[in-house]
């Protein structure tokens, strides 16, 4: 089946009976399949006249306690977000689907992964999150839509499947046998907050769909109440894939269809020696900051891979917490990295030494340096000496000095002579760390007149 077809199949049969869109390539296969199907299984398939108005019939319908969707690609999730944070400030549950392509403006129909900050950050107004889905094949675009509707239900929430147009557009064998007839997960609750018409009791109290709260205290309260369920399901909904990281020194950070071709350079790499494995991301948010923190014990470097200029790499970032080098890999405005130019990027960050690694060379050579330095400095000082030691004239100085002063000055002076002898042959690399403990090298140089 093609992408956005099975993913429309499996919203069906996982009990969506309605659905609102808007035509915007490249998700148009998913209203366009929706519009035959939904007569068929008795429910409602709209074309509205907007995606504004899109989103705002999915708000009713998911407020009335239907399992709704809607779909759309990356401008016409822009004019959605208004929509999507009433949804979020009601806790209304509803599916989001975003085959994403290439921008900022209309830019172009071709695949990226550029909305990730817009759909992990909360893309509309106020404080909140929501769950985000990023599937990496067909058959995992049909299991990631069904579990969608069911923790879009189970936390009253919008949750949003990311694909792009690679896997909306590509085709690929799907077992629908299993995701036939999928029921709602058992740990769901009736829905007796929605606004179904029902009569008022005390187990369903008259339902109001709002999103306004006028008092600041009260909303502050709501937002605080909003937080709690985010950290509900950053507790127990994160999920990513590991391979090949138990012995990685370098860790491929990649989501989607890129992972796919990051997993084939990854192999390659493997092949040459090169110690590569890769962590994905099936949950952008929540993020798997805990699995990527596992890895430290073996990766030196991170790479995160993505269709865009640069945007989960952020989090990779703040999942290391600057105790690794994180780099970054990308192609954007439609265009996919290859295996070849990911290859490339491993071996030059396997051949290189890391930021902090070269600091340690760095720092090794300019002592090495000052060492070297401090050593010509001293055997030239030591030759002076020998050499005034066994000058004629100073021979003679000292054998009359010796003669007035007798033995004891004797003595003195061949305990002078052997300590001269002794600085001489001593190694100067100590002595040159304490001479740029002192002044560096600059005064190394001054001072050696002054000796002279």
């Not at 403006?105 to 106020?126: E, F, K, M, N, V």
Request: net charge negative; aromatic share 6%.
């Amino acid at each position: 089946m093609k992408g956005n077809e099975a993913i429309a199949e499996a919203a069906i049969q996982a009990g969506c009976r309605f659905f609102f869109g808007y035509p915007i390539t490249p998700q148009n296969q998913i209203p366009e399949y929706m519009s035959k199907r939904m007569p068929q299984v008795g429910g409602c398939f709209l074309q509205s006249e907007s995606e504004v108005a899109a989103i705002n019939m999915v708000y009713g319908a998911g407020g009335a306690g239907a399992r709704v969707m809607t779909s759309s690609s990356s401008p016409g999730i822009s004019l959605k977000q208004e929509g999507i944070s009433y949804i979020v400030g009601a806790e209304v549950p509803c599916v989001i689907v975003n085959m994403v392509r290439g921008g900022p403006g209309l830019g172009s129909i071709q695949p990226a992964q550029s909305d990730y900050y817009q759909s992990t950050r909360g893309g509309g107004h106020g404080d909140y999150r929501m769950p985000v889905l990023a599937p990496g094949s067909v058959q995992e675009a049909v299991t990631l839509t069904q579990d969608a509707f069911d923790l879009a239900d189970r936390y009253r929430t919008p949750v949003m499947v990311l694909g792009d147009g690679l896997i909306g557009q590509m085709m690929e064998p799907v077992d629908m046998e299993q995701a036939s007839n999928r029921q709602p997960a058992a740990d769901l609750q009736e829905k007796t907050w929605a606004a179904t018409g029902h009569k008022p009791t005390q187990e369903a109290p008259r339902a109001i769909i709002n999103s306004l709260y006028i008092d600041p205290v009260v909303l502050e309260q709501h937002c605080m109440k909003l937080q709690a369920k985010y950290d509900a399901i950053e507790a127990a909904e994160c999920r990513w894939q590991e391979e090949m990281v138990d012995d990685a020194e370098i860790v491929i950070v990649a989501y989607g269809t890129t992972a796919r071709i990051a997993r084939s350079a990854m192999r390659k790499c493997r092949e040459k020696g090169i110690k590569v494995g890769m962590i994905r991301p099936i949950t952008l948010w929540p993020f798997p900051n805990a699995a990527i923190r596992a890895t430290l014990k073996t990766a030196k470097k991170f790479l995160c891979v993505e269709m865009s200029t640069g945007q989960m790499v952020d989090d990779v970032r703040l999942a290391v917490e600057g105790q690794r080098p994180v780099e970054f890999y990308g192609r954007t405005g439609g265009m996919v990295p290859t295996v070849g130019e990911i290859v490339e990027k491993l071996e030059g960050m396997a051949g290189e030494p890391s930021a902090v690694e070269q600091l340690i060379n760095q720092t090794t050579a300019a002592l090495d340096q000052a060492a070297t330095a401090a050593q010509e400095t001293f055997a030239g000082f030591g030759s002076k000496i020998d050499a005034k030691v066994n000058d004629p004239a100073f021979i003679e100085k000292t054998e009359a000095f010796k003669q007035k002063t007798g033995e004891l000055a004797d003595k003195a002076f061949d305990g002078l002579a052997k300590g001269a002898t002794l600085l001489g042959e001593i190694g100067s690399k100590a002595f040159g760390a304490l001479s740029d403990l002192i002044g560096g090298n600059k005064n190394q140089n001054n001072n050696k007149e002054g000796n002279e």
